[in-house]
């Protein structure tokens, strides 16, 4: 399919699994935050609790020549101490507008069909990197990813970078230079869908 995607990672995850977010980028694929350990209540805490866990994940990130410029919150849930901490940061909130409620890829059954039963034009679509537990599941989750992407086409959608979907990066990348100066780069590679003929087609993930 080509396709690519924005993936929303955890700082701890991250930090255990460097080579997965070398992968990840070496693919063409995008990073961005959310937050160190998945807690659902973050934005709902003290700022100095929300700012600090923003930057860990931030700081795992840099070590892989990055800076996420956009945030997703575990669930989708956001708070009042959220914002100004983004804001502060140059970050920005990203939510998903479409999702299957799969649990994490714990109930993968009709994966493909709650997906493309409500997917419409500019839609975010949210789905997991979490490897099913069984080999037959794992063959079952990929089949039904192939079955989305598909069905996307058929439905006349194509999928468009996040980036060019909001008109925003997504991600800073930096460059050293010879003299050992960080020269950022601004990076478009994010991933949604919307509606249209364009020839390139790539995947949202999270």
Request: hydrophobic share 40%; aromatic share 6%; proline share 6%.
């Amino acid at each position: 399919h080509g396709a690519k995607g924005t993936f929303f990672v955890n700082g701890r995850k991250a930090s255990e699994y460097p080579q997965l977010i070398k992968k990840i980028l070496s693919d063409g694929h995008c990073v961005a935050n959310h937050t160190f350990n998945h807690d659902v209540f973050m934005a709902f805490k003290d700022k100095q609790t929300v700012m600090s866990d923003i930057d860990a994940v931030q700081n795992v990130l840099r070590n892989h020549g990055i800076v996420p410029l956009a945030f997703r919150p575990p669930a989708g849930i956001t708070g009042p101490r959220l914002q100004p901490v983004l804001q502060a940061k140059g970050m920005y909130t990203v939510n998903f507008s479409c999702r299957a409620r799969d649990g994490g890829n714990r109930w993968l059954r009709h994966l493909s069909e709650k997906i493309l039963r409500r997917i419409k034009p500019d839609d975010i679509v949210l789905l997991h990197d979490i490897p099913p537990q069984s080999d037959a599941l794992f063959s079952f989750w990929i089949e039904e990813v192939d079955r989305i992407l598909d069905g996307i086409r058929v439905k006349g959608l194509v999928v468009l970078p996040l980036a060019e979907l909001i008109g925003r990066p997504v991600m800073k990348m930096f460059a050293e230079t010879e003299m050992g100066v960080a020269v950022s780069q601004m990076q478009t590679e994010s991933i949604e869908s919307k509606s249209g003929n364009t020839p390139n087609e790539d995947m949202a993930s999270s």
